[in-house]
């Protein structure tokens, strides 16, 4: 069972409840493993004593991106997981209404922190979340705030499960919408499917793929998509008549081999949907005497983009905060070429780089990208195997993307040509790139081997 921990920060009740803050930690086979946050900027003011209370000023939250911008990267963060928060309640009754804004269906699996705490350590005199952990000697940073909340009870989840391993499965409230296996499938082949990371596929009468998705938990994933009842859900169902599979034994193999199967496949109702986000980048170049600068261009052009959004503004924002953070200036940054002074410069006592004299500023840029692309892009990621007796490996040559292998556990794997035998090669596109550098991003502590 992968679990979603998840906290929130919002405006407050009597302000319409709107997300300030979204975190979440996944808790995979007892080990707290991915991890994703964000604030969000609210449609309206936060109240000054909510402020106060969590530490998000309105000013924090300018430049952050509204939840309906977001919304798409946190559902296919945590779609087909088992959602967890310290009362769960309030936070998925508040982000179903915040999913529901944003056109998006939200329905999973839920746990609740607190009644799990209540059973598992029944003699605690309080089981707010501060005092819980406390008590349990569970380190809480940054209390109200939703990393740190989020955190603190991932790792109170991780003792609870300890404590009693088979208590998730005893309190899981399920799904409470009524699943309708879809009129031409025979059940039983929804009731086979595994509870495993991997890719499904959902065939027509011709066993032709109508739609190809990617999951941390086949099965659960499935069930969800068959509970809902959107009249473009109800199409794709009348479509269905057998389901296939392949476990990757990881997301990471599940997000790229599904990244392929549709580009081999085309299946009519990934189209709708798929790969129209992410269209734009933001890339590295230098001029000819060696200046490092950042520039935001469609993705389609860009053969090794650094990281990609799904719109200009989102670039912006993103290179904004980076040239605040590491003082970057404006005049190398996309967009900003013919500015004046640059108010970064001003503010941190720099004078503007020029043609001639860059070198300073140039440390700095590298130190910037290093923050969120810190590897050199010749490299091995371990993952899990689609079985307990193996390992699986994902080939990253400069940046490109070469393939993967499944390898028998105990073979010494120390170069490429170790894979050779189980080697299956991959072809390299800006999907995968971002797939890749994302997971190098959230990934709490990716498995690496350094390939020269
Ligand atoms: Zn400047």
Redesign the pocket.
């Known amino acids: 069972m992968v679990l979603s921990i998840i906290d929130i920060e919002t405006t407050g009740g009597s302000n319409g409840n709107f997300v300030t803050e979204f975190a979440c930690f996944q808790l995979i086979n007892g080990e707290i493993r991915d991890n994703f946050s964000s604030l969000v900027k609210p449609p309206v003011a936060i109240p000054p004593f909510i402020q106060k209370l969590t530490g998000i000023t309105h000013e924090m939250v300018q430049d952050a991106p509204t939840f309906e911008e977001i919304a798409p990267q946190i559902f296919d963060f945590i779609k087909g997981t088992t959602f967890v928060a310290h009362n769960v309640a309030f936070d998925y009754g508040v982000l179903k209404s915040a999913f529901a804004r944003a056109n998006i269906t939200f329905n999973q699996d839920r746990l609740c922190s607190i009644q799990l705490a209540r059973k598992v350590f029944p003699k605690e005199r309080s089981y707010s979340l501060g005092k819980l952990c406390r008590s349990l000697k569970i380190p809480l940073e940054n209390r109200h705030r939703a990393y740190g909340d989020a955190l603190a009870t991932a790792k109170l989840m991780k003792k609870i499960i300890e404590n009693d391993s088979g208590i998730l499965e005893k309190n899981l409230k399920p799904i409470k919408k009524h699943v309708s296996i879809p009129s031409h499938l025979d059940p039983k082949e929804f009731e086979d499917l595994p509870n495993q990371p991997g890719i499904y596929y959902f065939l027509n009468e011709q066993f032709k793929p109508v739609y190809i998705g990617k999951a941390k938990n086949i099965k659960n994933r499935v069930r969800q998509h068959f509970s809902e009842n959107s009249a473009k859900k109800a199409e794709l169902k009348r479509n269905i008549y057998h389901l296939d599979h392949q476990l990757t034994g990881n997301e990471l193999l599940a997000e790229l081999i599904e990244s392929a199967e549709i580009k081999k496949y085309w299946p009519t109702y990934n189209k709708i949907q798929k790969y129209t986000s992410y269209a734009y980048c933001i890339f590295q170049y230098c001029n000819q005497s060696g200046a490092i600068r950042l520039g935001i261009e469609k993705n389609s052009v860009i053969k090794n983009p650094l990281i990609s959004f799904s719109n200009v503004a989102e670039c912006y924002r993103f290179l904004h905060s980076l040239s605040k953070e590491f003082g970057l ?3 190398f940054i996309s967009g900003k070429s013919n500015a004046g ?2 108010v ?2 001003k503010d941190n006592g ?1 004078v ?2 020029t043609s001639k004299n860059f070198e300073d500023h140039n440390k700095r840029m590298l130190l910037a990208i290093s923050s969120f692309l810190p590897h050199n892009g010749n490299f091995l990621i371990t993952e899990s195997g689609k079985t307990t007796e193996e390992v699986a490996f994902i080939w990253v040559k400069n940046w490109i993307y070469m393939g993967y292998a499944f390898v028998p556990k105990g073979l010494s794997i120390t170069k490429v040509e170790d894979l050779e035998a189980h080697l299956h090669l991959q072809s390299n596109n800006n999907d995968v790139q971002r797939i890749l550098k994302k997971y190098l991003r959230r990934k709490a502590f990716p498995k690496l081997i350094s390939l020269k």
Do not use: E, I, L, N
Request: hydrophobic share 10%; proline share 10%; charged share 20%.
């Open positions: 200036c404006q005049k002074d640059c970064v410069c720099y503007c780089p």
